[in-house]
């Protein structure tokens, strides 16, 4: 599993600490949201950055206290229809405002790469073998109906009516 | 009529090459069918009972006498020469072959027409009256809101993967025809005393076997707000609904543990966070999409033509179908046709190839070439003059398609059923068609008057048979067919849940049932009285008794 990166940012590895684990000092770690509640200030303390992982069932206000000071979040889901994980996004970059990391993981599909990045993902942690689908699936649509967190705020509805409205709809779709 | 632009263009030149080359990592092995299952919903492409079905989106219910031409020429070409108008207002093909959908796809696409989203746990077609932006009801025309809502729902990036299908339906008229309170969202426009737009917000309606009546939330939304505000009730359903149990998944469920009211609570606090977003749309691009619906310039005529009523005096089914087929335009001597798919012996909802092609035919001829599909299952020509309908009747008629029983006891919704669903328990079908045999005789239907009746093949409810003033549903009985009757349910604006009678049927005894049923109304009714009203005045009591009793 590696890493594909949908957005441009992505962090680089960092070790997932076992359940009980602490740290080594300096270390980049990945925890869970509960280790975190339980051992925020020594894990904080410790590391030099600190990526969280939390399930798709998270409600998104138990993220609040911890936005500012996570490197990334890494949102695991169970079955790629599960739908909650996009609106966790969505409320990371809305209503909290995160400027880090957003990694998926556990089962997406290729197919879904787009709204991933669309609704605030930057990264998807994957099977090596379905790279090249997420790569091509990234690459077919050129505009969309809604505004999102990637379009600076234009949907297509916008950008009708706005002044790079000949470039933009011009620009052939994948 | 709405046209593409480029952007709706490329996106859709873009599904259809996704759609293709999804088929075709299919086709080599390199997607299972579990994981292709996913994308083919979102096309509308279903496995069925005895080969795939694609379901095809006809937004709101309005096309012109090109695609219905093109959807003709698919059925020749793909499937069997018939096609199934639903009561989402869509089009199904039973038998296409899978290597053949994204070639389906692409002719589609030609005309600007797409499956997008007819499946799947997303947002489906919003449906709407069908005789929007032409009946004298009307407030507004809801279909520009629905043409919004159709571009915002598309390949939404946050809901697209929600706990269930979620239904939009919109009216703009003071009848509903478009059973705005049994979806999962209603929309009601309305005027507020400035005279301004706006929309009442229904949530929490559905059907399915946890029958519920939508509630309101709000009781006006200025129009500038709809997308912002829709985009808030789905957040709260897409992180609240449940997802460990699909038959409880859908947001009445939600809306129905929580309380109306603190959904309406949670809907408005989300969408004071983000009604400033951008989500809704500019001004300007209200006014575009409104410039497509701009009603056709019909000329102001006389309601009373004098070679209608001659012709009427003459000829008794078209005097019923006068009465019953045709509703009032809004400009005067002008009305919409509605055009029986319920043929004595047919199955409702069907048309032939050469049938669509002779309504599309039609609708050039006398209805600006816009055709309507209700969610009744019937086809629709809107703005038609008055001193035509002899003529479109006599041709109809010709066709095999001069039914006069709009609104009447067998002009039925029908599910699909054991014929050709995979989920069904019962055969629908031949029930409906025994009905109708049933109650053959025009004269006898007219005499009995306005009767809905609706039968479903399963507890989904497909059918609507929970708002049917005569609701039938087809359970599996210990490997039997049995056929349940209920009595007093509504679709429309007084919308309510059909009651069991009592227990059920063969498929010989549901039919006797219902004419027993009939017979009680035939001897209570008072004059004027319809058979919902009467039902409702009376209670279930006599019709128990004369269903029951002969046992």
Known sequence: ?174 | MYAYDTFDRNIIDARVAEFRDQVERRMKGELTEEEFRPLRLMNGLYLQLHAYMLRVAVPYGTMSSKQMHRLADIATKYDKGYGHFTTRQNIQYNWPKLVETPDILTELADVEMHAHQTSGNCIRNTTTDQFAGATRDEVEDPRPYAELIRQWSTFHPEFSFLPRKFKIAITGAGQDRAAVKWHDIGLILRKNTEGEIGFEVIVGGGMGRTPVIGKTIREFLPEADLLSYLEAILRVYNEQGRRDNKYKARIKILVDALGAEEYGRLTEAEWHKIKDQHIDVPEEEVARIKAFFTPPPLPVLSDDVEEVDTFARENFIFKSWLENNTNPHKVLGHVNVTISLKPHDGIPGDATDAQMHFVADLAEKYSQSEIRVSHEQNLILPHVAKKDLPEIWKALDANGLGSANVGLLTDMIVCPGMDYCALANARSIPIGQAIADRFDDIRRLQDIGPLKLKISGCINSCGHHHAGHIGILGVDRRGEENYQISLGGSGAEDATKAALLGPGFDEHGIVDAVEKVVAVYLGEREEGEEFLATYRRLGPTPFKEAVYDAD
Not at chain 1, 35 to 49: A, V
Not at chain 1, 91 to 106: N, P, Q, T, V
Not at chain 1, 157 to 169: F, P, Q, V
Request: charged letters at 25%; glycine letters at 10%; zero cysteines.
């Open chain 1, 1 to 174: 599993m590696t890493l594909i990166n949908l957005s441009g940012i992505h962090s680089e590895t960092y070790r997932e600490l076992e359940n009980d684990e602490l740290p080594a000092t300096g270390e980049s770690v990945l925890v869970s949201l509960g280790q975190l509640q339980e051992n925020s200030t020594s894990i904080f303390e410790l590391t030099s950055s600190v990526g969280v992982i939390v399930n798709t069932e998270t409600p998104y206000a138990d993220l609040e206290e911890f936005v500012g000071r996570v490197a990334f979040v890494d949102i695991r889901f169970p079955v790629f229809g599960d739908g909650r994980g996009f609106s966790l996004a969505v409320r990371l970059r809305k209503d909290f405002g995160f400027k880090g990391e957003i990694r998926a993981s556990g089962h997406v599909l290729p197919d879904q790469a787009l709204f991933l990045l669309r609704a605030g993902f930057d990264s998807v942690d994957a099977p090596d073998e379905r790279h090249e689908a997420f790569e091509a699936a990234l690459k077919r649509f050129g505009a969309f109906y809604q505004t999102d967190m990637i379009g600076h705020g234009k949907s297509v509805a916008h950008l009708r009516h706005s002044a790079d409205k000949d470039k933009s709809a011009t620009q052939k779709a994948g």
